[in-house]
């Protein structure tokens, strides 16, 4: 027992203004992001997500250990998708309703060894990336905005555009992106 009250006493002692002083400092925080993340009504608005495939490879050392190593990208192709509509060039349509473009051609066996860097470097077998990249793009005071967003408010922008109903953005920090869309109204 006093083993555990000698272990107490060498424990630091906190300032007596330590939790006013934390409570201070997330207050001040808190009051900097908040204020920065806003609602926006928009009437005139378009989505835009862009499918991407690439092939790519890792270089590593040690491909046993599986380590990532060093990416080497290879053919890529792009598309860009409009308010769900079908885009020119767009061959399939996934279960989340994104068109993609035809797949690039994989890399050869010599287009791989072209890349390797040493000798003592393995390359993996090639692999399709996939990556999708969501964009909400409206008018405000006159100008036009592209802002960054994810699938689902690319999806209530696709729903609602056929039909011109207004929206209700929400805004991400410092209004640089866009968190979510709900109709204005429904």
């Not at 990336?129 to 689902?152: A, H």
């Amino acid at each position: 027992m006093n083993r555990k009250i000698a272990m107490y006493h060498k424990l630091p002692k906190l300032h007596p203004l330590a939790p006013q002083l934390v409570l201070i400092i997330f207050s001040f925080l808190l009051a900097t992001f908040i204020p920065s993340c806003g609602t926006q009504a928009i009437n005139n608005y378009q989505a835009t997500a862009e499918t991407i495939l690439t092939w790519q490879a890792n270089y590593t050392n040690d491909p046993i250990e599986d380590k990532r190593g060093r990416i080497e990208e290879f053919a890529s192709v792009a598309l860009i998708n409009r308010n769900g509509e079908k885009p020119e060039g767009g061959v399939y349509q996934d279960d989340k309703g994104l068109w993609w473009a035809k797949i690039p051609p994989k890399p050869t066996l010599d287009q791989i060894e072209e890349r390797q860097k040493r000798n003592y470097e393995q390359p993996s077998k090639p692999e399709l990336l996939r990556q999708v990249k969501y964009y909400i793009t409206y008018q405000k005071n006159g100008q036009t905005i592209t802002l960054p967003t994810n699938y689902s408010v690319y999806r209530q922008v696709v729903k609602a555009y056929p039909q011109k109903i207004p929206l209700r953005l929400t805004m991400g920090i410092n209004n640089s992106s866009v968190q979510k869309a709900e109709p204005i109204g429904q």
